[in-house]
T-cell receptor, first 110, second 112 residues
Framework: GQNIDQPTEMTATEGAIVQINCTYQ??????LFWYQQHAGEAPTFLSY????GLEEKGRFSSFLSRSKGYSYLLLKELQMKDSASYLC???????????FGAGTTVTVRA | GAGVSQSPSNKVTEKGKDVELRCDPI?????LYWYRQSLGQGLEFLIY????????KSGLPSDRFSAERTGGSVSTLTIQRTQQEDSAVYLC??????????FGSGTQLSVL
């Protein structure tokens, strides 16, 4: 099975940087995803890591360490529209099922 | 269509009634998933369809829950004899095999 942990809430100031950590314990691993979900809306894809290292995409970056079972999502130059829930998800050994963490609610303050 | 479409967007029902939730995946996506999201909780996997293969039903919480996918496209999730603990947002997602999931906006189910 999968056990995925991430903080429940984080607050940051507009223009700042926030790092959302995700740790996982899985019976197999075939990649880690980050999704963003605004209240009342569908989750939308942000990033995907399958090899160790940092993937950068504009203001958002995601890091993976498979040996440590650890990932983080880094949000730079925070904007008010970044206030949302951020979901960490791990793909298991069967290569299709995503198991999700409970999500981290990020609140960006002016 | 342009994205995954779910209907209805909201459903209020009485305890004990049956409900049907519909999902129209993105055209050409062979994989289709159903997840459930309760308030403050993560997404809970329910069922997975891939092409003509037998579905993975391992996440269905009880035999009151069932799902089918007709013609490899539209899927219907049926909950029989609804209970209050079934209240949640039911999310559908589709993808090409092994790729990222595209989610619909979900059906908010409220069982009174």
């Amino acid at each position: 099975g999968q056990n995925i942990d991430q903080p429940t809430e984080m607050t940051a100031t507009e223009g700042a940087i926030v790092q959302i950590n995700c740790t996982y314990q899985t019976s197999g691993f075939n990649g880690l995803f980050w999704y963003q979900q605004h209240a009342g809306e569908a989750p939308t894809f942000l990033s995907y890591n399958v090899l160790d290292g940092l993937e950068e995409k504009g203001r958002f970056s995601s890091f993976l360490s498979r040996s440590k079972g650890y990932s983080y999502l880094l949000l730079k130059e925070l904007q008010m529209k970044d206030s949302a829930s951020y979901l960490c998800a791990v793909r298991g050994p069967n290569d299709y099922k995503l198991s999700f963490g409970a999500g981290t609610t990020v609140t960006v303050r002016a | 269509g342009a994205g995954v479409s779910q209907s209805p967007s909201n459903k209020v029902t009485e305890k004990g009634k049956d409900v049907e939730l519909r999902c129209d995946p993105i055209s050409g996506h062979t994989a289709l998933y159903w997840y459930r999201q309760s308030l403050g909780q993560g997404l809970e996997f329910l069922i997975y369809f891939q092409g003509n293969s037998a579905p993975d039903k391992s996440g269905l919480p009880s035999d009151r829950f069932s799902a089918e996918r007709t013609g490899g496209s539209v899927s219907t999730l049926t909950i029989q004899r609804t209970q209050q603990e079934d209240s949640a947002v039911y999310l559908c997602a589709s993808s090409p095999p092994g790729e990222k999931l595209f989610f619909g906006s979900g059906t908010q189910l409220s069982v009174l």
